[in-house]
């Protein structure tokens, strides 16, 4: 009896003490800048989130050794969500005070981007979404704090599009063929639907849409539709271990893997790894990077960071396409970093404010990404008061059985058709919550 | 010794039948509600009201929702989730699509829909009993989430499926601040208890319990089964629809159907039988349970391991996490089969006693 009420007494105390004050951190007179991590490693999408968080640390970790952002160290506390709203939202609020204030979240999962983007505003902190959560945020009139950097589901969309045209011959070649798009029935799979029936609409071509209910382990019957209407093509908007049970469901119901494309999210090793040679030929669309092991930084990371034993994942995985995703997710995150420093004081940690300006202000040349060891993996990145995307390319990359080789230069998204889709999309935002347009006064702020 | 009745001396009916018929109790709830009110607002950081205390407070009031079902009247329902996005979904919509809709009608507008929605999937357990009526409430939740990620009138037409409200008032009051929102959910959750307490205690209360506990005597002594059935899931919808307009107005600002998926259903349920059938007390224990100690545990693993020096990754945390949740239900539910809420009454029983058991 005695033995129970001390261990309930001694969990109580602990439970008081863990909740209502983090541990000090033993780093706190050093300065330092503090990026969270959002992490999906257990779950649905581990084996695809899991890379990236690696990545992201790694990347963190070089910085550190090249002697931090002027001096700054990067500091990383991870928080997982597994993937769900609910579990964003607590990690956001659990970590966004923590060492000295978040400088920028990355919540990598559309619904956690949804909920966060009503509330970054109110706390002032940016929020980086490359390649996921709101297209329509790459309007920074409205969305201040929203930064889809290098690409947007529309984006993507557009180009795999735009490839497939070009592999007919040209858009008009499209009129009359069907198009089957096989989408992760959430707000992640659904972003993606606007601009392929803007581009059905324009074109001619129709569209078989496919939802397919997280997490996606069940998809018998959607690809007997597949094999009942032939669709010329597939597309495949899927996340997590949705991915490959698609491919594999797609080989046996004897699909064309060359006529299967992937966004961005749909296309990597440990998606098509188990299943090897029998995937040959699916394509992927990539926002710029793809795997990239000999790229500069990668050397860099197996060397000072692996290579002194401080790698956070697999020695293996280095390089491969999610793990590169989130070495750019971090790199965009640290040059953000950089740049509000050049304004707002150099060797300072840097408010989200501060950095939000950054983002805002980023000017990724050729010559800092050579500097970095990114030239090749991505092309430059420019951003401006009203354009919070700064770049809007992406290639194709194909899988030959083993690991994955570029079929497809850059491709250049038409952003006559997209630009007023976003904006037409972020007025709508805008209506229902009523907010108004940032004056241009706003933009240096 | 301090909890004692002698000398509180009943006069009247009416003070037998009080809520809280002893003064020691009626006492301690007043001064919580009192702490919660004014002492609270002042004690956390953000953090806790936004991630804990609102998240514990609107699940809380669902839980005393689906309480009402499942306690009080005995017909499970596993379609409480279906029931919350209802309410969220059709209290976005009055919100959106009427200029100038005060915010608490339109919550209520929510509950209320929610009701109807209710009562419709109610129908089946005129006829069907126990796991066969879990199973055919089953279906609200599949509809529901069918028609809140197929419909796009109920999203407004937003493309990705995803809806988000903007700025929250009522009466000149803006709920910005993670305190005010607390507050609001608050004031709902007591208001919404009393009321849930005031029934389950009335002859509307009894006439469900009565069913609960054998239906055909029930009708038997003149108690209409259609009527008790269907009012017991039109109230607890209603609740559960105010519920869910919260999670997603306050708690979660933007929210999707996977929301209020079937996990969602489950978990509710757990926390009404974790937190004691037939007790609105035991939903809030019950809530507490559940919302509070996953969080707690994926703090409080680091934070142990860290003692010994000892880094825990975040993927570990996880999976311990669900271990130790999941042993701590199977060993709660083992030591105590009537929740929390019994353990509860088992403590005021003994303090009765205190501390001269014999």
């Known amino acids: 009896m005695t033995l129970r009420k001390v261990l309930s007494v001694a969990a109580f105390t602990a439970a008081a003490l863990t909740l209502t004050e983090a541990p000090p951190e033993a780093l706190a007179q050093e300065k330092v800048q503090f990026f969270p991590s959002f992490t999906g490693r257990t779950g649905p999408v581990a084996p695809n989130a899991t890379p990236f968080a690696n990545g992201f640390w790694d990347y963190m970790k070089l910085v550190n050794e090249r002697g931090g952002i002027n001096g700054v160290r990067t500091l990383v506390e991870e928080c997982e969500t597994a993937y769900a709203t609910d579990r964003g939202v607590e990690c956001y609020e659990r970590l966004k005070g923590r060492h000295g204030g978040a400088t920028v979240i990355q919540p990598l999962s559309t619904g956690i981007t949804f909920a966060l983007t009503e509330k970054v505003p109110a706390d002032k902190i940016p929020m980086i979404t490359s390649g996921y959560g709101r297209s329509d945020s790459a309007d920074g009139g409205i969305f201040k704090w929203n930064f889809p950097l290098i690409g947007h589901y529309w984006i993507a969309g557009d180009v795999v599009l735009r490839h497939i045209a070009n592999l007919e011959g040209g858009w008009d070649k499209l009129k009359g063929k069907r198009i089957a798009v096989g989408f992760h029935d959430s707000p992640f799979g659904k972003e993606l639907l606007p601009i392929v029936e803007e581009r059905a609409k324009r074109h001619g071509f129709t569209l078989q849409l496919l939802p397919i209910p997280a997490p996606g382990v069940e998809q018998k019957a959607i690809w007997l539709q597949v094999r009942q209407q032939r669709p010329d093509y597939v597309i495949l908007q899927t996340w997590g271990i949705m991915t490959p049970t698609a491919i594999r469901e797609a080989i046996a119901v004897g699909y064309p893997m060359s006529k299967v494309f992937g966004t961005w999210w749909s296309g990597a090793e440990p998606d098509l790894r188990d299943i090897g040679a029998a995937a040959k030929g699916y394509n992927a669309v990539m926002m710029q990077h793809g795997s990239s092991r000999d790229s500069g930084v990668i050397k860099e990371i197996l060397e000072k960071v692996h290579g002194k034993g401080q790698g956070t994942g697999p020695r293996a995985e280095v390089g491969d396409v999610l793990y590169m995703r989130g070495v750019v997710g971090a790199m965009l995150a640290v040059e953000g970093v950089f740049r509000a420093q050049e304004r707002f004081g150099k060797g300072q940690p840097m408010t989200g404010e501060q950095t939000r300006w950054g983002y805002e202000n980023l000017d990724i040349t050729e010559a800092r990404l050579k500097a970095i060891g990114f030239d090749g993996v991505i092309s430059p990145v420019k951003t401006s008061c009203s354009d919070h995307m700064g770049s809007a390319r992406a290639r194709i990359h194909t899988w030959d059985g083993s690991r994955f080789t570029w079929s497809s230069n850059f491709i250049n998204a038409d952003e006559s058709i997209i630009t007023p889709m976003v904006r037409a999309s972020a007025d709508r935002y805008a209506t229902e919550k009523k907010l108004t347009r940032r004056p241009a006064s706003d933009c240096n702020s | ?358």
């Open chain 2, 1 to 358: 010794m301090i909890y004692r009745e002698n000398g509180q001396f009943k006069v009247a009916y009416r003070d037998d039948q009080q809520i809280f018929p002893i003064a020691q109790d009626r006492w301690f709830v007043l001064a919580l509600l009192a702490f919660a009110f004014l002492v609270v607002p002042f004690l956390f950081d953000d953090y806790v009201y936004k991630a804990i205390l609102i998240p514990f407070l609107v699940l809380a009031l669902a839980a005393i929702g689906v309480n009402i079902l499942v306690g009080y009247c005995g017909q499970i329902s596993l379609g409480s989730g279906a029931f919350m996005a209802v309410g969220a979904y059709m209290a976005y919509n009055m919100f959106v699509r009427f200029d100038g809709m005060p915010l608490i009608a339109a919550l209520l507008l929510g509950g209320g829909f929610a009701t109807l929605v209710g009562i419709v999937f109610g129908i089946p357990s005129l006829r069907v009993k126990g796991l066969y009526l879990a199973v055919a409430t089953l279906a609200a939740q599949f509809f529901c989430d069918w028609a809140f990620s197929r419909i796009p009138w109920f999203t407004n037409n937003s493309s990705s499926g995803s809806v988000a409200v903007g700025r929250l008032e009522v009466m000149g009051w803006h709920i910005n601040t993670p305190v005010e929102k607390y507050l609001f959910c608050l004031s709902f959750v007591v208001v919404f208890a009393l009321l849930a307490k005031n029934l389950v205690r009335g002859a509307i209360g009894r006439q469900w319990m009565a069913i609960r506990d054998m239906d055909v005597a029930a009708a038997v002594i003149g108690i209409r089964p259609t009527y008790a059935k269907l009012s017991a899931f039109a109230v607890s919808s209603f609740i559960v629809g105010v519920a869910g307009a919260l999670w997603g107005f306050v708690h979660l600002g933007s929210w999707e159907p996977l929301a209020f998926s079937i996990d969602r259903s489950f978990q509710l349920l757990f926390i009404v039988i974790i937190g004691g059938l037939g007790s609105i007390m035991g939903s809030l224990f019950g809530a507490a349970f559940i919302v509070i100690l996953p969080i707690f545990l994926n703090q409080f693993l680091p934070f142990l391991g860290s003692l010994f020096g000892v880094t825990i990754s975040t993927a570990l945390i996880s999976h311990t996490e669900y271990m130790i949740f999941g042993a701590l239900i199977v060993w709660f539910l083992i030591a105590e089969p009537h929740g929390l809420a019994r353990l509860w009454s088992i403590g005021k029983q003994k303090l009765r006693l205190w501390p001269f058991p014999h």
